[in-house]
């Protein structure tokens, strides 16, 4: 009963967590006109909170840099299931421009923890972020949800 | 003063158009829609390229751009074109600008649309000044006719080819020779058969003296004269422009040094040293009537078997040249031929 109310409540708000993990802070300037009044994203029931222990989606960006291998990780424990990653622009799919030879970048992200939906682009639109997010928050967290014991 | 800017503020609340808006809170399509003019991932179509890898150069992503081969089959061999791994490209669109096929491989955005401008007069000259030989005397800005043609910049003297008509006034008033270069864009194979021309009767004729030339000792000049009669004739049957062929022999007759490689089959001793180290695979050793061949063809002229030869078969030589009056009708090369100073392996 409890479960079955909460899936109704997710499917319809969704909160968010961005974390950068050292990139160029581009798509992070993306996400920032996701929430402003031009494209409007809590419209669509999706709070930026910037708290690990509340979100249910989390936002990465960057190409995980040194510092970030096991901080990542950390963050990623922290949040409560069920969750969903999203990968955020080139840089924690390939590493994009940082991932140079002799580079101390350790892309892919999905080395470290599972990725739930990828967004190519540098920076990538933000109705292109904004319709990731909407394909893959409900539906994966409601089922997510369903799946625990 | 503040508590009008507040009334204002609660009445903006109370109006009918702002309780619609509220009502139904949407993002305008628009907004979300992608532009028109949106510079989105690259297109490739694999036809048209020619896998000159410049795509991938200055791709600044490491894993945007990767030039793939298709298997070869049985008819033909297989097609080279770039793939674009959209998880690495940053949709800069320097792989469409640099594409230098036509049609493009690969587009993206517009600005691969762009051309350089360019003048739109039909001229057959292009004038380049030659920053190392410029003396910064000016004087060619003072000739030129054109506001904005020759400008400086940086202490620099610079032909803005986009606006220069190819008149000819600052070739006229440059006072260093060759500081100006009017270079002739028009006739291009027929400009470079002239050269063939020029070049290979320079080296028959060489050729010819071998007898003079082989008895050279090393601080001695052979001077000969060569009548350009001939190659003009040839020359002219070409290409109908006297000014553009005489340019030639200037040019060629300025720069040219050229190298001579002579052979002495009479000292030969068939050790074949030389036939291994020819690069070009110019020098043979026939078996059947045991004699060491050249094939002048394939000779690169780069003196290796000359410093090989223990027996001194090989002679190497260098030519210089000069056009003397500059003039087609009565003029005439001359040569001088010096051995070259090159260390002999065998000493």
Known sequence: MLDALKDVVRKSSIHVCLINTGGCNGCDIEVVALLSPRYDLEQYGIYVHNNPREADVLLITGAVCEQWKENLQRIYSKAPEPKVVVAIGNCPLTGDVFNQEGSSVYAPVSDFIPVDAEIPGCPPRPAEILAAILAVGPDAIAAKGRQKP | ?347
């Open chain 2, 1 to 347: 003063m503040p508590m009008s800017s507040v009334i204002w503020y609660l009445y903006e609340f109370a109006r009918k158009s702002w309780a619609e808006s509220f009502a139904i809170a949407k993002t305008n399509p628009e907004i979300v829609e992608t532009p028109e003019r949106f510079r989105d991932f690259p297109q490739v179509f694999p036809e048209y390229c020619i896998a000159c890898g410049a795509c991938t150069a200055a791709c600044p992503a490491p894993n945007a751009i990767k030039l793939i081969r298709s298997e070869d089959n049985a008819e033909e061999e297989g097609q080279t074109y770039p793939v674009i791994n959209n998880r690495g490209c940053i949709r800069c669109g320097f792989c469409a600008e640099v594409c230098p096929t036509d049609p493009k491989t690969i587009t993206c955005g517009e600005n691969h649309l762009i051309r350089e401008d360019f003048t739109i007069l039909p001229t057959e000259r292009m004038f380049v000044i030659d920053d190392y030989l410029c003396i910064r005397c000016k004087k060619c800005l003072k000739a030129c006719q054109v506001e904005g043609a020759i400008t400086e910049e940086d202490n620099k003297i610079i032909i803005d080819q986009s606006k220069c008509i190819a008149c000819g006034n600052c070739l006229d008033s440059c006072p260093v020779k060759g500081a100006i270069k009017g270079i002739y864009i028009a006739h291009v194979q027929e400009q470079k058969d002239i050269i063939k021309i020029i070049v290979n009767s320079l080296e028959e004729s060489i050729e010819d003296k071998r007898e003079d030339i082989s008895h050279l000792s090393d601080d001695e000049v052979y001077k000969f004269d060569l009548n350009i009669d001939v190659m003009v004739d040839r020359a002219r049957s070409i290409l109908s422009d006297d000014d553009i062929i005489l340019d030639i022999f200037q040019k060629v007759t300025d720069r040219l040094k050229l190298r001579i490689v002579t052979w002495d089959d009479e000292k030969c001793n068939r050790c074949q040293l030389c036939v291994n180290e020819c690069p070009s695979g110019a020098i043979t050793y026939n078996k059947e009537e045991d004699v060491v061949e050249r094939d002048t063809e394939k000779c690169l002229r780069c003196s290796i078997c000359y410093q090989t030869c223990p027996f001194g078969v090989a002679g190497y030589y260098i030519a210089r040249f000069l056009l003397d009056p500059p003039s087609l009708d009565d003029g005439v090369i001359h040569i001088t031929v010096k051995a070259s100073q090159l260390p002999i392996g065998a000493d």
